[in-house]
């Protein structure tokens, strides 16, 4: 079996144009996926930012977007670049839980899709906590994970992340050969 260990962040264009990739590399070969959430702007607020907020100016926001554009036409993914950077940290909380109860892809996707695509703001615990309950979580589940595991788990990420030297997202471990970036399926394909 080949082991693909990703790092990524819900609010990282990269990771998202790359999980086409990710997703396809599962379904057509003997795949056990660790999905490591890497919070990349931890200092975003709730309520999220905008570019600006952040510090980017107009020209660079400009070639960013055209950059994420013009890989989604190539990729064939479908993207919205979101007026507003949404804080990612509950969300990358609430997959660690939907990863223990075997719902993560479900969970993942809707994430993604609800950013990305429908460009709502993945910090809204009603929203997170309702797509759990759908997947067959129940709420008192999800506040004792937040009360007595995540913390933790969270803080286990971050040593995988500094034992492997990751420094940004996506971030691919391929049966132990590394790939930083975006990444193509053929790419990732070569590593197994």
């Known amino acids: 079996m080949n082991k693909v260990i990703v790092f990524s962040d819900y609010s990282c264009p990269f990771c998202y144009l790359s999980k086409k990739a990710l997703d396809m ?5 003997d795949i056990k996926l660790e999905w490591i959430g890497y919070e990349i702007h931890p200092k ?13 100016d107009e020209d660079y926001i400009d070639v960013i977007a055209g950059e994420i554009k013009k890989y989604a036409l190539q990729l064939d993914v479908e993207i919205n670049i979101p007026e507003r950077f949404s804080n990612s940290h509950l969300a990358l909380l609430l997959t660690e839980l939907a990863s223990d109860r075997s719902v993560f892809k479900e969970f993942n996707d ?3 899709q ?11 615990s009603t929203r ?11 709420r008192s589940e999800i506040d004792v994970f937040l009360k007595t595991t995540a913390r933790e788990r969270f803080k286990g990420n971050l040593k995988l992340v500094e034992s492997y030297g990751v420094s940004a997202v996506p971030n ?8 930083r970036g975006l990444q193509t399926y053929e790419d990732l394909k070569k590593a197994l």
């Not at 975003?44 to 980017?56: C, V």
């Not at 950013?115 to 809204?124: A, L, S």
């Not at 997170?128 to 129940?138: F, N």
């Not at 691919?172 to 790939?179: A, M, P, S």
């Open 25 to 29: 590399l599962v379904e057509k070969h």
């Open 110 to 112: 809707r994430v993604y």
């Open 128 to 138: 997170l906590y309702s797509y759990l309950e759908e997947l067959g979580i129940s």
């Open 44 to 56: 975003i607020p709730e309520g999220g930012m905008t570019f600006p907020e952040m510090g980017f």
């Open 114 to 124: 609800d950013y990305w695509v429908r460009e709502i703001d993945i910090n809204d």
């Open 172 to 179: 691919f471990i391929v049966n132990g050969k590394q790939f």
